[in-house]
């Protein structure tokens, strides 16, 4: 009997990130000291390394993301020549991260050291694609990163074209850390199985960024804010998402294949979230998302998982909507990374069977006689 969705099967063993008991921690420590306490260079270095870094480790880190985060002229072209206004920037993230490879002389050496080398390489890439994207369809220049900067002040700098405030550096940092490696889940799970081929990394992040897109995992942010605005009101919430249950739709953000009890992100997100639209004077998104994870809790037992709050966080960061998913994916970047290395450590195929169903003993009929 095969199990729909895999629900259940532990499918390979890692040192990464663990879910047990409703609480995540990465390599051991818990996501709340993380959450609190780290910078987002510092998990990078934690995932890659199974250890937290010291002082100079740290800031030696901190200067090569820095130092490698210009991408390719021929990238920033292509980007250019897309009609910005109908593609999905997850879409060109996926295109952009492709053709890096092309341009990565070390993107078919398979020893690990290349590959540590690449995975610095593409860490410090993604933001700045996702940033230049942005631009570009503002019509306006891409920013150049600047060396001195951490990873989430670039991004926001590269982003806006000025230096940002620090509560706006601190929410996306945290978002960063918070979103950073989640155990097995699909996107992660499709990295794995695409270098389980010993295909290249290169070819393992492009796979994985295509699964992150679907609104099921990672595209459920940049729909959880279409629901809101949808919504419109705090008063509209619970009308509007009875109307949703009735018709068997599912409310997006909320409810987690691995978490029963809730995910330990999501309050995390939802302090972030009443935080930052009070200051902004959007207070109404906070009510409108407590009012439906109440409704959804209640009616279905179902709770929020990260995609919840992380949309009314960036909407009040004045980020486009349709860029949470990528800001998802530059921070996951890391974790599918820290995945793509321990499976070459310790690589074999991933190849599961399926339940045949289909019809039996069937006779071929020429054509001409169909
Ligand atoms: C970063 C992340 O990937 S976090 C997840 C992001 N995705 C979303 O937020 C999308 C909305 N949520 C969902 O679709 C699901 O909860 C998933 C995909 C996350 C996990 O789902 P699964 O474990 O596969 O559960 P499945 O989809 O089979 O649902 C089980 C039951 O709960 C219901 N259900 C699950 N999630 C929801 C939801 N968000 N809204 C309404 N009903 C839901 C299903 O309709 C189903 O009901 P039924 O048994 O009466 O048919
Ligand atoms: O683990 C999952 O299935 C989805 C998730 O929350 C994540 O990828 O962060």
Redesign the pocket.
């Known amino acids: 009997m095969s199990t729909k969705?895999l629900?259940g099967i532990v499918a390979t063993e890692s040192s990464i990130s663990s879910i047990i008991d409703d609480q995540l921690t990465y390599v051991g420590y818990k996501i709340d000291d993380l959450a609190e306490q780290a910078s987002f260079e510092e998990v990078i270095f934690l995932l890659w390394n199974k250890r937290l870094p010291n002082k100079e480790e740290l800031n030696k880190l901190q200067q090569e993301l820095a130092a490698n985060m210009s991408v390719p002229d021929e990238i920033i072209a292509h980007l250019k020549s897309y009609d910005l206004s109908t593609v999905h920037p997850m879409a060109a993230l996926r295109t952009a991260v492709s053709m890096l490879g092309l341009f990565d002389e070390e993107a078919d050496v398979m020893e690990q050291e290349a590959n540590k080398r690449k995975a610095l390489r593409l860490q410090a890439k993604v933001s700045t694609i996702v940033a230049a994207f942005a631009r570009i369809r503002q019509g306006k220049d891409p920013v150049s990163p600047k060396e001195n900067l951490s990873y989430a002040e670039n991004f926001l700098f590269m982003l806006n074209n000025k230096r940002p405030e620090n509560v706006e550096v601190e929410a996306i940092n945290k978002a960063l850390v918070l979103h950073a490696d989640h155990e097995l889940?699909a996107s992660t799970f499709t990295a794995r199985v695409c270098v389980a081929t010993l295909s290249d990394v290169y070819s393992g992040i492009t796979a994985a960024i295509s699964a992150l897109k679907g609104?099921?995992?990672?595209g459920?942010n940049e729909r959880v804010m279409k629901m809101l605005t949808e919504i419109g009101e705090v008063d509209n919430a619970i009308p509007y998402i009875k109307e949703k249950?009735e018709n068997k739709e599912?409310?997006?953000?909320?409810?987690?294949?691995v978490y029963q009890n809730g995910d330990p992100r999501a309050k995390h997100l939802r302090k972030m979230s009443k935080e930052l639209t009070h200051l902004t004077g959007q207070s109404k998104w906070y009510d409108m998302s407590v009012k439906v994870e109440e409704y959804?809790k209640a009616e279905?037992g179902?709770p929020a998982?990260?995609?919840f709050y992380s949309a009314s966080v960036y909407h009040s960061l004045g980020i486009d909507h349709d860029l949470f998913t990528p800001i998802f994916a530059i921070s996951r970047v890391s974790g599918w990374l820290a995945h793509i290395l321990e499976q070459y450590d310790n690589n074999r195929l991933i190849r599961p069977r399926a339940e045949y169903v289909g019809p039996k003993g069937q006779t071929y009929v020429p054509i001409e006689q169909r």
């Open positions: 969705g629900e889940n609104p099921l995992h990672g459920a249950l599912k409310i997006m953000g909320m409810g987690h294949r959804i279905k179902l998982n990260v995609d």
